[in-house]
């Protein structure tokens, strides 16, 4: 193995910021079950890896720099950083089209978004779209949170009220004023759109709602997570599939 440069570390730590990511088009990942699987995965995506020897890990991979664990510290997007870590490229995921569409108005919480990516992984969802304002999904922390599924979800960013107004697709909407979900027959087909953590869908996007869905309270909790909301939500959509 190689050792890392000075200059090298710079450059990766850069990356800490979306702007940086976006014009390198180039993002960290870290901890050896998620190199493992873009080494083994997505390998035309992976540029270089960088490893401690003390984490006794055999990768086969050409391009392998030693680091150490103030190195790791440096590189690293994370208080306790990983003893392996992995530059890639933005993956190129092939347009598919869903049955149903996940869109996200200013989800701002990288774990929360990280969380939701895995969700829309779990129930087969090959696109989210997302408003200009959502967290980046290249986030280390959004990375984290995913476990792999960034690699298969594409998150598309754009003006999301133009998005909703050209559709022709029921478009349901998490608030609280809504149709209890338990008691609502969903369509196999339609648009699932999911608010701000702190303040919910913004007023112009609930104009565009057709249909409000509410997740009915039976406890004493004060709110749900809107990435917990979103698991329950895409959970009764695909119920009866």
Do not use: H
């Not at 980046?136 to 960013?157: E, H, L, T, W």
């Not at 009220?161 to 087909?189: C, H, M, Q, R, W």
């Not at 701000?196 to 997740?215: A, H, P, R, V, Y």
């Amino acid at each position: 193995m190689e050792r890392i440069s000075k200059n090298k570390i710079k450059f990766l730590r850069s990356l800490r910021l979306k702007k940086n990511r976006e014009q390198e088009r180039s993002f960290i990942i870290e901890g050896e079950k998620m190199v493992l699987e873009a080494v083994k995965e997505y390998p035309e995506l992976v540029k270089e890896v960088y490893l401690q020897k003390s984490a006794n890990l055999v990768i086969n991979f050409p391009t392998i720099f030693e680091i150490n664990t103030t190195e790791s510290e440096q590189i690293s997007g994370f208080k306790s950083p990983n003893k392996c870590l992995a530059l890639l490229s933005y993956p190129t995921i092939e347009p598919q089209t869903s049955d149903l569409t996940l869109v996200l108005d200013q989800v701002q919480d990288p774990g929360n978004l990280g969380t939701i990516i895995r969700l829309a992984d779990w129930f087969g969802l090959k696109k989210i779209v997302a408003s200009i304002d959502t967290a980046d999904c290249f986030n280390p922390k959004v990375i984290q949170a995913s476990m792999g599924s960034i690699f298969r979800v594409n998150v598309v960013y754009t003006e999301i009220k133009t998005f909703l107004e050209l559709s022709d697709l029921p478009i349901y909407g998490a608030l609280l004023n809504g149709k209890n979900v338990y008691k609502t027959n969903l369509p196999t087909k339609g648009i699932l759109v999911m608010g701000n953590e702190g303040n919910g869908i913004s007023e112009e996007i609930q104009n565009l709602i057709t249909d409000k869905l509410t997740i009915p309270k039976f406890g004493q909790a004060e709110s749900l997570n809107v990435s917990m909301a979103t698991g329950i939500l895409l959970s009764e959509f695909f119920r009866s599939r």
